[in-house]
T-cell receptor, first 110, second 114 residues
């Protein structure tokens, strides 16, 4: 029931790009993306609702392929502040609750 | 708005003791969720409420866990008796509704059972 995220971890240099993937075995209504820094709570980044929808948040954007039940988070020109663990959360068509993936640990180095 | 408020921030207790975690959601948010986070299992949904009514408690690990929401501004998660394997960070989150709104998480309660 939990979505599957990949990769588990990414190490970048400042200015490099990264892609984090999220896939589900269930038909999805929405996909959420959150970032959690060490010792803090997850913070909401964005939500995608429709098939093929894309959204942007500064230099962080995401896409949602409803048919494939997949979403990807794109981080471009990464900054040190992007470091943290990124979680996707999925709401399926038949449920009102959200299940989280295992997370992707992103480390951005100078 | 002060956001989702959880208390206490840290709790250390001895095995067998009762533990009560508290949460105040954002005013106007109809949904409240309790999650548990551990290294091994990640973020697990324990239970969620809609308009103070428990909707799905299938994630509650055992009968030792119980949750209540007596009114729109307060919820508790109780563990009785506590065990070392209950050690985790417990998050409360709230949302205006599901299907289109992000969740706002509280700062969490780090529970250590010794």
């Amino acid at each position: 029931q939990q979505p599957v995220q990949s990769p588990q971890a990414v190490i970048l240099r400042e200015g490099e790009d990264a892609v984090i993937n999220c896939s589900s075995s269930k038909a999805l209504y929405s996909v959420h993306w959150y970032r959690q820094k060490h010792g803090e709570a997850p913070v909401f980044l964005m939500i995608l609702l429709k098939g093929g929808e894309q959204k942007g948040h500064d230099k962080i954007s995401a896409s949602f392929n409803e048919k494939k039940q997949q979403s990807s988070l794109y981080l471009t020109a990464s900054q040190l502040s992007y470091s943290g663990t990124y979680f996707c959360g999925t709401e399926s068509i038949n449920n009102n609750d959200m299940r989280f993936g295992a997370g992707t640990r992103l480390t951005v180095k100078p | 708005d002060a956001g989702v408020i959880q208390s206490p921030r840290h709790e250390v207790t001895e095995m067998g003791q009762e533990v009560t975690l508290r949460c105040k959601p954002i005013s106007g948010h109809d949904y409240l969720f309790w999650y548990r986070q551990t290294m091994m299992r990640g973020l697990e949904l324990l239970i969620y409420f809609n308009n103070n009514v428990p909707i799905d408690d299938s994630g509650m690990p055992e009968d030792r866990f119980s949750a209540k929401m007596p009114n729109a501004s307060f919820s508790t998660l109780k563990i009785q008796p506590s065990e070392p394997r209950d050690s985790a960070v417990y998050f409360c989150a709230s949302s205006p509704r599901t299907g289109g709104y992000g969740y706002t998480f509280g700062s969490g309660t780090r529970l250590t059972v010794v």
